[in-house]
């Protein structure tokens, strides 16, 4: 199914189409993190990958939840940007040999990440509203809100050391 085809007729079939992709960018980010996790030199950068893998998990249970919510049967729909962002990290960072350099382009690359899923979680909040249903709103919510805390730490931790390590 494209992204507008006869299939998409109501707010509820556009809301459902997109949890499906993000639940096939949460099932792909979980397997980029432990990897991401991996190359970080920065201990703390690794142990934030480490607990957002765990988080990720969490966030791909809700989106299961929210499925069954709306009576659809939780299913991925390929999502080209996250691929393309997930691929552009391999690339990038697979070719850093210096470890700083190397933290600094995990940390833009996760943040790449965060931002799609924040832009994907705030519309799905948005439409479930609209939609009058509270509860996935609140579920959505939840992981919207642990998306931007990400966010926020990786900003935090690139200002204050790593992009200094990188430099």
Known sequence: MGM???DIETLHDLFVYQLKDIYYAERRIAKALPK???RAADLELRHGFETHARETQEQ???LEQ???MHGAVPEAAKCP???CIIDETDDVVGEVADKGVLDAALVAAAQSVE????ARYGTLVAWAQMLGRADSAQLLRL???EEKATDEWLTMLAKTRLN???A
């Open 143 to 145: 992981s919207l809100d």
């Open 66 to 68: 929210v499925f069954q």
């Open 4 to 6: 507008f085809t006869k």
């Open 60 to 62: 791909i249970a809700r």
């Open 115 to 118: 931002h799609y899923e924040i």
């Open 81 to 83: 940007s996250i691929d």
């Open 164 to 166: 200094r390590a990188a």
């Open 36 to 38: 991401m996790a991996a």
